[in-house]
């Protein structure tokens, strides 16, 4: 079975910027894999950030963005500010079935 | 404004069933699908499963197939998700969320805490 794959874990420094990617275990991310990205907090339901690979949801900064970059989707957070400490999950599309990734802990120091 | 209020924490033993509910407002409920994910404590996301509200058709994830049924009620704007045969690991958050784009998962409930113990 396919697994989805993200970093574990990532740290920026504040104001900086950092890309967070979601592979395949076996083969590569592209546009029909509609991938898309979403932070939670402790405690919170997660919050959509970016859907269709490169498309913001209502009211998400546009510090934030999504690609294909190489082999992967990825989503890039420019300025990093606080509040951006949290997890970030990608989910993938493959045909009648959206795998997660495991998430990405993204600390802010 | 599109609001999913989901049903109140649950206590259940090993083998019962669980069914959570989520009322959707804000929107036609047949328009578009409702998911369902799951958040053990400390843990990923995973997906469950979704019905579309307007024809009742059903989509599982082959880990929760045989155990999870979803449903759509249209007189009440709800949506349902029932597990059975619960097990210690079942304990976790249900989420649902309701895809606007078809592919993605653009509004979510507050989430449900299912307690599986003995």
């Known amino acids: 079975q396919t697994v989805v794959t993200q970093e574990p874990s990532f740290s920026v420094s504040p104001g900086g910027t950092v890309t967070l990617t979601c592979g395949l275990s076996?083969?590569?991310?592209?546009?029909?894999?509609?991938p898309s990205w979403y932070q939670q907090t402790p405690g919170q339901a997660p919050r959509t950030l970016i859907y269709?690979?490169?498309t913001r949801s209502s009211g998400v900064p546009d510090r934030f963005s999504g690609s294909i970059l190489g082999n992967k989707a990825a989503l890039t957070i420019t300025g990093a500010q606080a509040d951006d400490e949290s997890d970030y999950y990608c989910v993938l599309y493959m045909g009648s079935n959206w795998v997660f990734g495991g998430g990405t802990k993204l600390t802010v120091l | 404004e599109v609001q999913l209020v989901q049903s109140g924490a649950e206590v259940k033993k090993p083998g019962a069933t669980v069914k959570i509910s989520c009322k959707v407002s804000g929107y036609t409920f047949t328009d578009y699908y409702m998911h369902w994910v799951q958040q053990a404590p400390g843990k990923g996301l995973e997906w469950m499963g979704l019905?579309?509200?307007?024809?009742?058709?059903?989509i599982y994830a082959e880990k929760f197939q045989g155990r999870v049924t979803i449903t759509a009620d249209t007189s009440t704007d709800t949506a349902y998700m029932e597990l059975s045969s619960l097990r210690s690991e079942d304990t976790a958050v249900y989420y649902c969320a309701m895809g606007v784009t078809s592919f993605s998962f653009d509004y979510w409930g507050q989430g449900t805490l299912v307690t599986v113990s003995s």
């Open positions: 269709s690979t490169n």
């Open positions: 019905v579309d509200p307007e024809d009742g058709e059903t």
């Open positions: 076996s083969g590569s991310v592209s546009t029909s894999y509609y």
